[in-house]
C-alpha cells in the first residue's frame, strides 16, 4: 500500500519558524548594521565632545586674565608684615615701614568682689557708628549680670565685656571688636541708683573705667609715602596688593617685590597642553583607519574631522615661533610639549608674551573659535549631527517595529498554509486509502 508522506504529523512550527527567519535575514541584517554605524558615531561624537569640551575649558582658563596677569608677593624672611597680589598688579618693588600698629580699645573697672551688687540703671556704649543702650537692673547688677548684658544687646558687634579675676578682685573688662581710633569706646551711665557711673568712660572727664589699651590707628609707609588705617591689613595702600602689618619697626625699612606669578600662568599652560593633545587624540581615534584588519573607525573621511584637525594645526603653525619663545614645540603628529624651565625663562626675558599669545585676540582666541565652532550646544557641528544621529535611530526603531510586524504577519500566513496543507494530506491520505483497499478488493475477487 502507497501512502502519502507522514500525513497529520507535519512539524508546523518549526517550518514556519525557519521560513520566518529566512524572511527575516536580510532585512534584519540589514538595519542591525544601520544601527551598528550610528551608535558607533554617536559614540565618536561623545568622545569629540568630551574632549573639545576639556579644551574649551582649557582656553577660557588660559587665556582668562586671573592667569595671564597672575602675581605674587614677596617680602623677606624676618618681614614685619605679609602681603599678597591680585592679578593685574603692577610688577615692581615697595620699600615698607612698618610705623604703629592698629589696636583696639580696652576699658577695665575697679576691682569688685564677685557677686556684689554694682547699682542700675542704663549704660549707653558707643563705638563707632554703634550705639547699644543696656539697661541694668536688680536682676542683674552683679558684674556677671552687667557682662551678659552687654554681650546680649551687643550680639558680637561693636563691643564685648568680660571678667578679668586678679589678686584684688574681679574687673569688668570692655573689649572694641575693632581696631583703629574710629572704634575708640564711650560708655556713660545714667538713671537707676547712680552705681553704674563706676563703669562710665569719657576721655574728657576723670572717673569712672581705665583705659587699659588705646584705641590707635595702624601707621606705615611705602616709598616715603604715610598712610594711617583703621585695620593692620591695608587693601588699597597699593593697587591691587593687600599688606597686612605684623610688628611696627620705626625706622626699619623692608622690600616688597610683586612679580608676574610664572606658577599658575605655567599651570595653565600645562592645562592646556594636555587638552589639546587629547583633542587631537580624539580626532585620530575617531578616524582612523586599520590597514591590517582593514576596519575604518565610525568618522574616518569625514569631512568636520579632517576641517577641524586641519584648522587645528594651522593656528598652531602661525603661532610656532611664539611658542617656541615660552617652551612649547609642536612634534611631527602635531602634539605639543611643554619644557617647563624654557617657559619660565621666556616669561622672565619678557613678561608679555604669554598675554600677548594667549589673548582672547590671539591663539587662544582663535582655537577657542574652533572648539565653539564644535561644541556649542546650539548651533554647534556637534549638536547637529547629534540632532541627526538621534532622528536616524528613531528611524531604525520604527523600521525594526515594521519588520516585526510583517513578520508577525507571515508567521500566521505561513501557519494558516501549512495547517491547511497538513488537513489535506490527511484527507488525501485518507482517500488513498480507501482506494487501496477497493483495488485490493477486486484483486481478491478476480483471483477466487
Same mark, same amino acid.
Given at each position: 500500500?502507497?501512502?502519502?508522506g507522514n500525513?497529520?504529523?507535519?512539524?508546523?512550527m518549526?517550518m514556519?519558524?525557519? !521560513?520566518?527567519?529566512?524572511?527575516?535575514?536580510?532585512?534584519?541584517?540589514r538595519?542591525?548594521?544601520?544601527?551598528?554605524?550610528?551608535?558607533?558615531?554617536?559614540?565618536?561624537?561623545?568622545?569629540?565632545r568630551?574632549?573639545?569640551?576639556?579644551?574649551?575649558?582649557?582656553?577660557?582658563?588660559?587665556?582668562?586674565?586671573?592667569?595671564?596677569s597672575?602675581?605674587?608677593?614677596?617680602?623677606?624672611?624676618?618681614?614685619?608684615?605679609?602681603a599678597s *597680589?591680585?592679578?593685574?598688579?603692577?610688577?615692581?618693588?615697595?620699600?615698607?615701614?612698618?610705623?604703629?600698629?592698629?589696636?583696639?580699645?580696652?576699658?577695665?573697672?575697679?576691682?569688685?568682689a $564677685?557677686?556684689?551688687?554694682?547699682?542700675?540703671?542704663?549704660?549707653?556704649?558707643?563705638?563707632g557708628?554703634?550705639? !547699644?543702650?543696656?539697661v541694668?537692673?536688680?536682676? /542683674?547688677?552683679?558684674?556677671?549680670?552687667?557682662?551678659? $548684658?552687654?554681650?546680649?544687646?551687643?550680639?558680637?558687634?561693636?563691643?564685648?565685656?568680660?571678667?578679668v579675676?586678679?589678686?584684688?578682685? +574681679?574687673?569688668?573688662?570692655?573689649n572694641?571688636?575693632?581696631?583703629?581710633?574710629?572704634?575708640?569706646?564711650?560708655?556713660?551711665a545714667?538713671g537707676?541708683?547712680?552705681?553704674?557711673?563706676?563703669?562710665?568712660? @569719657?576721655?574728657?572727664?576723670?572717673?569712672?573705667l +581705665?583705659?587699659?589699651a588705646?584705641?590707635?590707628? +595702624?601707621?606705615?609707609k611705602? @616709598?616715603?609715602?604715610? %598712610?594711617?588705617?583703621?585695620?593692620?591689613?591695608?587693601?588699597? !595702600?597699593?593697587?591691587?596688593?593687600?599688606?597686612?602689618?605684623?610688628?611696627?619697626?620705626?625706622?626699619?625699612? %623692608?622690600e616688597?617685590?610683586?612679580?608676574?606669578?610664572? &606658577?599658575?600662568?605655567?599651570? *595653565?599652560v600645562?592645562?592646556?597642553?594636555?587638552a589639546?593633545?587629547?583633542?587631537?587624540?580624539?580626532?585620530?581615534?575617531?578616524?582612523?583607519?586599520? +590597514?591590517?584588519?582593514?576596519?575604518?573607525a565610525?568618522?574616518?573621511?569625514?569631512?568636520?574631522? %579632517?576641517?577641524?584637525?586641519r584648522?587645528?594645526?594651522?593656528?598652531?603653525?602661525d603661532?610656532?615661533?611664539?611658542l617656541?619663545?615660552? &617652551?612649547?614645540?609642536?612634534?611631527?603628529?602635531?602634539?605639543?610639549s611643554?619644557d617647563?624651565?624654557?617657559f619660565?625663562?621666556?616669561?622672565?626675558?619678557?613678561?608679555?608674551?604669554?598675554?600677548r599669545?594667549? &589673548?582672547?585676540?590671539?591663539?587662544?582666541?582663535?582655537?577657542d573659535?574652533?572648539?565653539?565652532?564644535?561644541?556649542?550646544? @546650539?548651533?554647534?557641528?556637534?549638536a547637529g549631527?547629534t540632532?541627526?544621529?538621534?532622528?536616524?535611530?528613531?528611524?531604525?526603531?520604527?523600521?525594526?517595529?515594521?519588520?516585526?510586524f510583517?513578520m508577525?504577519?507571515?508567521?500566521? %500566513?505561513?501557519?494558516?498554509?501549512?495547517?491547511?496543507?497538513?488537513?489535506?494530506?490527511?484527507?488525501?491520505q485518507?482517500?488513498?486509502?480507501?482506494?487501496?483497499q477497493q483495488? $485490493?478488493a477486486?484483486?481478491n /475477487?478476480?483471483?477466487?
Amino acid at each position: 500500500m502507497t501512502t502519502i508522506g507522514n500525513v497529520g504529523k507535519l512539524d508546523v512550527m518549526t517550518m514556519v519558524a525557519q !521560513l520566518v527567519a529566512a524572511d527575516r535575514a536580510q532585512p534584519e541584517a540589514r538595519i542591525a548594521g544601520k544601527e551598528r554605524e550610528v551608535n558607533a558615531q554617536i559614540s565618536a561624537i561623545g568622545t569629540l565632545r568630551s574632549a573639545f569640551s576639556a579644551l574649551g575649558t582649557a582656553i577660557k582658563g588660559l587665556s582668562s586674565g586671573e592667569n595671564l596677569s597672575a602675581r605674587k608677593a614677596t617680602v623677606p624672611a624676618d618681614a614685619n608684615f605679609s602681603a599678597s *597680589a591680585g592679578s593685574g598688579a603692577a610688577t615692581g618693588r615697595y620699600q615698607i615701614e612698618v610705623i604703629a600698629l592698629a589696636s583696639a580699645h580696652k576699658l577695665g573697672s575697679a576691682a569688685h568682689a $564677685a557677686d556684689a551688687a554694682i547699682g542700675t540703671g542704663t549704660l549707653t556704649i558707643t563705638t563707632g557708628d554703634t550705639t !547699644l543702650e543696656v539697661v541694668i537692673d536688680e536682676s /542683674n547688677n552683679t558684674l556677671a549680670g552687667i557682662r551678659d $548684658a552687654v554681650n546680649a544687646a551687643a550680639g558680637g558687634k561693636g563691643v564685648s565685656a568680660t571678667i578679668v579675676t586678679g589678686d584684688d578682685g +574681679a574687673h569688668l573688662v570692655f573689649n572694641a571688636l575693632g581696631t583703629g581710633s574710629a572704634g575708640a569706646l564711650r560708655i556713660a551711665a545714667s538713671g537707676g541708683d547712680g552705681g553704674l557711673s563706676a563703669f562710665a568712660f @569719657d576721655p574728657d572727664v576723670p572717673g569712672g573705667l +581705665a583705659e587699659l589699651a588705646a584705641a590707635s590707628d +595702624a601707621r606705615v609707609k611705602v @616709598d616715603g609715602i604715610e %598712610r594711617s588705617s583703621p585695620s593692620n591689613t591695608v587693601a588699597d !595702600l597699593i593697587d591691587k596688593v593687600s599688606i597686612t602689618l605684623t610688628k611696627a619697626e620705626p625706622g626699619t625699612v %623692608r622690600e616688597l617685590r610683586v612679580e608676574g606669578d610664572t &606658577g599658575a600662568q605655567r599651570s *595653565a599652560v600645562k592645562a592646556f597642553v594636555s587638552a589639546y593633545n587629547a583633542a587631537l587624540g580624539a580626532l585620530g581615534q575617531v578616524s582612523s583607519y586599520n +590597514a591590517a584588519n582593514k576596519t575604518a573607525a565610525a568618522l574616518n573621511g569625514d569631512a568636520m574631522v %579632517r576641517n577641524t584637525t586641519r584648522d587645528l594645526r594651522n593656528i598652531l603653525g602661525d603661532g610656532v615661533m611664539d611658542l617656541k619663545a615660552l &617652551g612649547i614645540a609642536i612634534a611631527k603628529d602635531g602634539t605639543l610639549s611643554l619644557d617647563e624651565a624654557a617657559f619660565d625663562k621666556g616669561l622672565a626675558d619678557d613678561p608679555g608674551a604669554a598675554a600677548r599669545l594667549f &589673548g582672547a585676540d590671539g591663539m587662544a582666541g582663535r582655537l577657542d573659535a574652533v572648539v565653539q565652532r564644535l561644541v556649542d550646544p @546650539d548651533e554647534g557641528l556637534l549638536a547637529g549631527r547629534t540632532a541627526n544621529l538621534n532622528a536616524r535611530t528613531k528611524a531604525l526603531a520604527a523600521q525594526r517595529s515594521q519588520l516585526d510586524f510583517r513578520m508577525s504577519q507571515a508567521e500566521a %500566513r505561513y501557519r494558516a498554509q501549512f495547517t491547511a496543507l497538513d488537513v489535506l494530506l490527511t484527507s488525501l491520505q485518507t482517500s488513498s486509502d480507501y482506494l487501496s483497499q477497493q483495488i $485490493a478488493a477486486l484483486n481478491n /475477487n478476480k483471483t477466487t
